[in-house]
């Protein structure tokens, strides 16, 4: 059994998304921190076996959306999970095409919450682990817009 199925059957999806757990994934080129591409990546290989497996990427992302808190650990790992998603996408990898737009799935209410945490990430940056080695998040959303994501995360 894969880590995401693991994450299903024990109703663990935040941790899983959040790489909390037994669901981290470090890489050296994360400088020790959870690297989320390799979670999605294992998701993603686990949806593509499902019936459905958009709406079910659609759902969890909703749940895990759903648990979010005004932090900044919370609005990193956000604004990561959806550039992950945008970066699969651009290379259609898996199930998903250039017409998937995982946020055109999303209530005004959720996507208000991505324009609050994304706020938030953007004042508080220099908070998230390791912050000071990396890009600005202008910089990073900039990587997220080329991928193909049509929002700007930071107005909803």
Not at 12 to 39: Q, R, V, W
Not at 72 to 97: M, P
Not at 105 to 114: C, D, F, G, P, V
Request: net charge negative.
């Amino acid at each position: 059994m894969g880590k995401f199925e693991q994450a299903v059957n024990n109703n663990e999806i935040t941790a899983y998304f959040k790489g909390e757990g037994d669901y981290f994934s470090p890489e050296e080129f994360s400088m020790g921190y959870h690297n989320e591409i390799l979670n999605f990546i294992g998701m993603m290989s686990y949806l593509e076996k499902q019936e459905h497996p958009y709406q079910l990427l659609v759902k969890y992302f909703k749940l895990y959306l759903s648990t979010l808190k005004e932090d900044v650990l919370d609005a990193w790992s956000l604004f990561r999970n959806i550039a992950c998603f945008y970066t699969l996408r651009s290379d259609n990898s898996f199930f998903l095409t250039q017409n998937d737009y995982l946020i055109d799935q999303l209530t005004a209410e959720e996507k208000k919450k991505i324009g609050i945490l994304c706020r938030y990430l953007k004042e508080n940056f220099d908070k998230v682990p390791g912050a000071a080695q990396m890009y600005p998040i202008d910089k990073q959303f900039e990587f997220t817009l080329k991928k193909g994501c049509p929002y700007d995360l930071f107005s909803f």
